[in-house]
C-alpha cells in the first residue's frame, strides 16, 4: 500500500492527464489503473480538476465582438438594409414566402455564437495550458528535490557505514591504525590505513579520508615502505566518483615501516611521483 501511494503522489499521474508520456509509460499508467481501482480513481480526480479549472478561469467575450467579427467578414447593418429593402422596377415583384431572410439572421447570429464560443475556449485553453506548464515545472522541481534528498540520505548512510567501521577496527586487536598527514605537495590532506596483524590485509577507509579532489587523467596509488623501498598496494580514486563501499581492500603486505600515498596516472606508476606525495605515516 506505501507503493501504491508513492506511485500516486509521485507525479506520473498528472503527467498522464497532461500527455506528457512516453508511450511506453503512458500503457505503463493505464495497466495500474487497471489493476488498482485507487489509480483509476486518482486519474478521474485528476482530469475533473483540470475541467473544473477551465471552466472556472473562461473568459466573456467584450459586447463589440459581433461587431468586429462583421467587419473582418464584410457585412455592416447598411448592407443588410439595403441588400433587404424592397425594390420597385416595371418586372413583377416576386414576394418571398419561405422566411429566408430570417434564416440568414439566425444564422448570422449562430455564427456569431460560435466565433464567440470559441474565443472563449482559446482563452480558457490558453490561460490553462499556461497553468499547466507551472504545474509541470513544480512537479519536475519536486522531482529534482527527491533525488536530491536520495542521494543526502545515501550519503548520510555511507558516512554511518564508515564511522561503524572505524569503530569497530581501532576497538580490534587485529587492526593497527596507521594515521597519514599531509605532505609538502597537500598540507592539508590526511588518512588512514588499516592494516591486519594476522592476514596482513590492507583496508583504507573513504570517511577517514580528506584527499583533494582528482581529475579524469589521476588517481591515488597506496604504497608500503618495505626496507626503504616502495611496494605498490593498488591505486584508488575518490568516493564521489568511483565507490559506493566505505572500505576498500588493497593489497596485502607482509611487513612494512610505513605508508604513503601519492597522486599518479590512471593505472597507477611503477615508482612513485616523489613531487606529489599526498600524505605518509608511520606503522
Known amino acids: 500500500m506505501e507503493n501504491l501511494k508513492a506511485y500516486i503522489e509521485s507525479g506520473v499521474l498528472e503527467l498522464y492527464v497532461l500527455g506528457d508520456l512516453s508511450p511506453e509509460e503512458a500503457l505503463q499508467v493505464e495497466d495500474m489503473a487497471s489493476q488498482y481501482p485507487e489509480i483509476k480513481d486518482e486519474l478521474s480526480a485528476i482530469e475533473l480538476a483540470l475541467e473544473n479549472y477551465a471552466m472556472e478561469n473562461a473568459i466573456d467575450p467584450s459586447n463589440d465582438v459581433e461587431t468586429k467579427l462583421f467587419e473582418k467578414l464584410g457585412i455592416s447593418e447598411e448592407v443588410e438594409t439595403a441588400s433587404t429593402a424592397p425594390i420597385y422596377t416595371e418586372e413583377p415583384r416576386i414576394v418571398r414566402l419561405d422566411g429566408s431572410d430570417g434564416k440568414v439572421r439566425t444564422l448570422r447570429f449562430a455564427l456569431v455564437a460560435c466565433v464567440a464560443l470559441l474565443i472563449i475556449s482559446t482563452a480558457a485553453l490558453f490561460i490553462t495550458?499556461?497553468?499547466?506548464?507551472?504545474?509541470?515545472?513544480?512537479?519536475?522541481?519536486?522531482?529534482?528535490?527527491?533525488?536530491?534528498?536520495?542521494?543526502?540520505?545515501?550519503?548520510?548512510?555511507?558516512?554511518?557505514k564508515g564511522l561503524?567501521?572505524?569503530?569497530?577496527?581501532?576497538?580490534?586487536?587485529?587492526?593497527?591504525?596507521?594515521?597519514?598527514?599531509?605532505?609538502?605537495?597537500?598540507?592539508?590532506?590526511?588518512?588512514?590505513?588499516?592494516?591486519?596483524?594476522?592476514?596482513?590485509?590492507?583496508?583504507?577507509?573513504?570517511?577517514?579520508?580528506?584527499?583533494?579532489?582528482?581529475?579524469?587523467?589521476?588517481?591515488?596509488?597506496?604504497?608500503?615502505?618495505?626496507?626503504?623501498?616502495?611496494?605498490?598496494?593498488?591505486?584508488?580514486?575518490?568516493?564521489?566518483?568511483?565507490?559506493t563501499e566505505a572500505l576498500q581492500k588493497m593489497q596485502t603486505i607482509q611487513e612494512a615501516q610505513a605508508f604513503a600515498v601519492t597522486l599518479e596516472p590512471m593505472g597507477g606508476s611503477v615508482n612513485p611521483t616523489m613531487e606529489k606525495l599526498t600524505v605518509m605515516g608511520g606503522v
Open 129 to 160: 495550458y499556461n497553468k499547466l506548464n507551472a504545474a509541470h515545472d513544480q512537479i519536475a522541481s519536486l522531482n529534482l528535490d527527491k533525488e536530491k534528498f536520495a542521494g543526502t540520505v545515501s550519503k548520510l548512510e555511507f558516512e554511518n
Open 164 to 243: 561503524d567501521n572505524m569503530v569497530a577496527m581501532n576497538d580490534s586487536k587485529e587492526w593497527a591504525t596507521v594515521r597519514m598527514a599531509g605532505q609538502a605537495f597537500s598540507p592539508t590532506s590526511k588518512m588512514n590505513v588499516y592494516w591486519n596483524k594476522k592476514d596482513k590485509s590492507v583496508l583504507i577507509n573513504y570517511v577517514a579520508m580528506d584527499l583533494p579532489k582528482t581529475d579524469e587523467q589521476h588517481e591515488y596509488q597506496l604504497w608500503a615502505l618495505v626496507n626503504g623501498k616502495p611496494v605498490s598496494l593498488g591505486v584508488f580514486g575518490k568516493t564521489d566518483t568511483t565507490t
